[in-house]
């Protein structure tokens, strides 16, 4: 079970109010308050209350997460392997690349000015 939070808004002759209870879920908590206070217009900001004295679990800060973040990064960097060969691996061949060569395409002719000899507008020698 767990301890429940919201603000509540009754009625407008009650008005808005804190309410606590204690349930294992959000829907659990919802129908307490309705039990208690019975039909309400509104409930905002329902959520768990979480105690921060005692209990079972660990907690873990975040400074914490970042000084093992840390660490591993550290053994990642300097390896952790030992012993061995350090000659350095060969540089990778690279493949070798095909290039194909297309002509161009024959330029094409253009008969506004045909070749050859001289011709009017009526196709007569010029």
């Known amino acids: ?3 429940w939070t919201a603000k509540v808004f009754v009625n407008s002759q009650v ?5 606590t209870v204690e349930s294992g879920t959000d829907y659990g908590a919802r129908a307490q308050i309705e039990r208690i206070y019975g039909h309400v217009q509104q409930i905002v900001n329902l959520r ?3 105690s921060g004295s005692g209990g079972s679990g660990s907690s873990s800060s975040p400074v914490s997460w970042f000084w093992i973040l840390v660490g591993l990064g550290a053994i ?20 070798p690349i095909e290039r194909s ?6 330029a094409t002719p253009s008969y506004a000015n045909p070749p050859g000899p001289c011709v009017t507008a009526n ?3 010029c």
């Open 123 to 125: 196709f007569e020698p």
């Open 15 to 19: 008005g808005e109010i804190t309410a």
């Open 76 to 95: 990642a960097v300097f390896g952790g392997g030992g012993g061995g060969d350090k000659s350095p691996a060969p540089a990778p061949q690279s493949a």
């Open 48 to 50: 768990e209350v979480r």
């Open 101 to 106: 060569y297309t002509p161009a395409p024959a």
């Open 1 to 3: 079970m767990a301890l």
